[in-house]
C-alpha cells in the first residue's frame, strides 16, 4: 500500500482504549532524568557552609565566667540569648545559630545549655552568650 492509498483512511480507534486526551499524551514525550540525584548532588555541592572559629583564650575566659555567674542564678531562669556553631552533618563546616530563650539548666555531665523550650546547646559550640540579665548580675 502506498502513501496515496492511506492517506485519505480514517484514524484507526479502538473499541478497548479510548483516545488519549492531548494534554497527556505530551507526558509520554517529556524529558527524563538519565542521572537520578544528579541535580540534588550539585545543590548540595554547591550549599555554602561557614568554617568553626576557634576563639581566644580571653574569650572562652570571658563566656566561663559568664556561664559561672548564669549557674549561680538558675533559679532566676534568665533570659539568654546564645550563639554556636552547629556541624553540618553531611559536608564539612556548619552554620552559626542563634536562640535566644530563658535558662533552665546547664548539664555539667553533658556538658549543655538547657533552654526552656527544650533546645539543647553543647557547651565547646559556644560562641558568644549575651543576656539583659547577666549584665545587671556582672
Not at 12 to 35: D, G, N, V, Y
Not at 70 to 95: C, I, S
Request: net charge negative.
Amino acid at each position: 500500500m502506498l502513501y496515496d492509498d492511506m492517506i485519505h483512511l480514517p484514524h484507526p480507534t479502538s473499541a478497548r482504549h479510548p483516545r488519549m486526551p492531548l494534554s497527556e499524551r505530551a507526558a509520554i514525550f517529556s524529558p527524563f532524568a538519565a542521572l537520578s540525584g544528579h541535580a540534588a548532588a550539585i545543590a548540595e555541592t554547591a550549599r555554602l557552609t561557614d568554617q568553626r572559629v576557634e576563639l581566644d583564650e580571653d574569650t572562652k575566659a570571658e563566656l566561663d565566667r559568664k556561664q559561672a555567674v548564669l549557674l549561680e542564678h538558675l533559679a532566676e531562669q534568665p533570659e539568654v540569648t546564645v550563639t554556636w556553631f552547629q556541624p553540618d552533618e553531611r559536608k564539612d563546616g556548619g552554620a552559626y545559630v542563634t536562640a535566644t530563650g530563658r535558662l533552665k539548666k546547664i548539664d555539667p555531665m553533658e556538658r549543655t545549655l538547657i533552654l526552656l523550650d527544650g533546645t539543647r546547646i553543647p557547651l565547646e559550640d559556644v560562641a558568644a552568650l549575651e543576656s539583659n540579665d547577666l549584665r545587671r548580675l556582672l
